[in-house]
């Protein structure tokens, strides 16, 4: 059993920036952010394939978001830039040990879950 454990998140004014990270306490291979918000389906933000493929990123954070993992693959990042209101959510972080998710914009393709980290971007 894989855990995830997610952190960096905050309140920061709009055009700021925040930093998640997601330590995972085991081998992992494909991880993926993703974010909800009450009374919504979980969304997709960025995906990184252990096999390279990729990364993509939802049309909403293209060009203000970055997703990279450490050297030795077990942490993931999302480098969060230009930051909207519409950007607060709850962010997970998602893991599987495929060496790529085809499908990787489908939470349910993901086996191991953090608890999420709540991300409060004011206006």
């Known amino acids: 059993q894989v855990q995830l454990i997610e952190s960096g998140g905050g309140l920061v004014q709009s055009g700021g920036s925040l930093k998640l990270s997601c330590a995972a306490s085991?081998?992992?291979?494909?991880m993926a952010w993703f974010r909800q918000v009450p009374g919504k389906e979980r969304e997709f933000v960025a995906n990184?394939?252990?096999?390279?493929?990729?990364?993509y990123y939802s049309d909403s954070v293209k060009g203000r978001f970055t997703i990279s993992r450490d050297g030795g693959k077990n942490t993931l990042y999302l480098q969060m830039n230009s930051l909207k209101p519409d950007d607060t959510a709850v962010y997970y972080c998602?893991?599987?040990?495929?060496?790529?998710?085809?499908?990787?914009?489908?939470?349910?393709?993901?086996?191991?879950w953090g608890q999420g980290t709540q991300v409060t971007v004011s206006s």
């Open positions: 998602a893991a599987d040990r495929r060496v790529v998710v085809t499908l990787y914009w489908r939470a349910e393709e993901y086996d191991y």
């Open positions: 085991g081998p992992t291979y494909s």
């Open positions: 990184l394939n252990y096999n390279g493929d990729g990364p």
